[in-house]
């Protein structure tokens, strides 16, 4: 399985901040990479899939880059809506496989 | 719009089989696949396999055989998914998103707690 290894477990930044988060893959995975938002008590969200293609209604302040191994997520001008919990994951291999997480909260 | 409604919590006995459904509405349920996800805090998020509506075709994470069989009712635009001999370790939310190479709708998760 193609292990995702997600840095920083945990974030803290202040509002209109600039936050970027990093998911390095064990392998290749070819831009076959999402990012989800998951607020506390609810279902993950998909915001950027194919590594930089902003999934529909998500904000312009997210956007995503890389290529090969190594991918991050970067989130523009912080807000309060933002605090969450943020997760990658590989579907470029069976079986699909997710990072650990990283927790944002606001400072 | 893409709406996946699953059933409610569940408490099961350790040794028991539970069946989780979800009801997809808002697009046409043979046109995408169907994920099963299990998150737990230890574990994280953890593919368990996924179904083809149109054909019934699965395919498993080697981790879940035995363990989840996924099948859909075309006529209701239901997914399920069976957990078998029910452990302590089963405890977990699970999630049925669908597919569309990343998962781009999920739904809102189900509860399942196993406990004498």
């Known amino acids: 399985d193609i292990q995702m290894t997600q840095s920083p477990a945990s974030l803290s930044a202040s509002l209109g901040e600039t936050v970027t988060i990093e998911c390095r893959a064990s392998e290749d995975i070819y831009n076959g990479l999402a990012w989800y938002q998951q607020k506390p008590g609810k279902s993950p969200q998909l915001l950027i899939y194919n590594a930089n293609s902003l999934h529909t209604g998500v904000p312009s302040r997210f956007s995503g880059s890389g290529s090969g191994t190594q991918y991050s997520l970067k989130i523009n001008s912080l807000q309060s809506e933002d605090v969450a919990s943020y997760f990658c994951q590989q579907y470029y291999n069976y079986p699909p496989t997710f990072g650990s997480g990283t927790k944002l909260e606001i400072k | 719009q893409v709406q996946l409604q699953q059933s409610g919590a569940e408490l099961v006995k350790p040794g028991t089989s539970v069946k989780l459904s979800c009801k997809a509405s808002g697009y046409t349920f043979t046109s995408n696949h169907m994920n099963w996800i299990k998150q737990t805090t230890g574990q994280g998020l953890e593919w368990i396999g996924i179904i083809n509506p149109g054909s019934g075709g699965t395919s498993y994470n080697v981790k879940f055989k035995g363990k989840a069989t996924l099948t859909v009712d075309k006529s209701s635009s239901t997914a399920f998914m069976q957990l078998s001999s029910l452990t302590p370790e089963d405890s977990a939310v699970y999630y049925c998103?669908?597919?569309?190479?990343?998962?781009?709708?999920w739904g809102q998760g189900v509860m399942v707690t196993v406990s004498s």
């Open positions: 998103a669908r597919d569309y190479g990343s998962f781009d709708y």
